[in-house]
């Protein structure tokens, strides 16, 4: 990887973790209803605060999101383990306190190994999170298709959908935007961001379009405009599964 695909992946995170957070700024609201493939994280951080993020459930007991949701400098994987939640069958943000929704814990993650803190380059961004007990599935949750066949093209458009907060407002619901790619390689979308855009507690959620009667997940919200891309993973998702989850 170069020096300046490094510079950009560092960036884009920043961009994401410090900017306002904002919730596809320039979209609506999702439900469970059209897309029961959405999830949300919350992980409980050593200092009080609570992160969220966003994620598509891809199997019973699999869930994809950004890795980058669960590294904090003061704390490792067995901790985030210990302490993040998933959450699925709602619109809603979880408070802790809801009613709505199901709760799920974890029993592990697959990623790939960084440098150091914040050295999130989208190529080592995806995390598979592994459930301790299946999901089951109904019309307001089951999976998404992962991406094997590279279907987007330059152009063609995708929606992507987060759990992130307005301007000044608590995170409260998902939301959606549709767009289109600007550019591509064999890691990366970017998408048009006068459009829409991603920021904050998006992270992790899908992108994704309807391909025959399928929805179809293209990648994951990494920071900025950059997308990166299941299909690049597959191989690494089937071998760390083993072949458990496959595109």
Request: a negative charge; hydrophobic letters at 40%; charged letters at 20%.
């Amino acid at each position: 990887m170069s020096f300046m695909s490094k510079i950009i992946g560092i960036a884009t995170i920043l961009a994401a973790l410090f900017a306002p957070a904002f919730s596809v700024n320039g979209g609506q609201p999702a439900t469970v209803q059209e897309y029961p493939f959405l999830a949300q994280l919350t992980i409980h951080k050593p200092n009080g605060h609570t992160g969220r993020c966003s994620g598509s459930i891809v199997a019973q007991q699999f869930i994809i999101s950004a890795y980058h949701c669960i590294v904090e400098p003061d704390f490792n994987d067995t901790y985030a383990i210990e302490n993040t939640l998933v959450i699925t069958r709602t619109n809603d943000a979880y408070n802790g306190s809801s009613t709505d929704g199901i709760v799920h814990k974890v029993e592990r993650f697959y990623h790939k190994e960084i440098d150091g803190y914040y050295e999130f380059s989208a190529e080592k961004d995806l995390l598979i999170i592994k459930l301790t007990e299946p999901i089951e599935y109904n019309e307001v949750q089951k999976p998404i298709v992962l991406d094997g066949k590279e279907n987007l093209k330059l152009n063609d458009s995708a929606i992507f959908a987060g759990i992130g907060p307005l301007p000044d407002q608590m995170a409260d619901i998902f939301r959606e935007g549709e767009t289109n790619v600007i550019a591509l390689d064999q890691i990366v979308y970017q998408y048009n961001e006068s459009i829409v855009q991603s920021g904050g507690g998006d992270s992790g959620g899908p992108f994704f379009s309807k391909v025959n009667d399928d929805w179809i997940l293209h990648g994951i919200i990494h920071g900025g405009n950059i997308i990166p891309r299941i299909s690049y993973f597959c191989d690494w998702i089937k071998e760390v599964t083993e072949n458990e989850l496959n595109c």
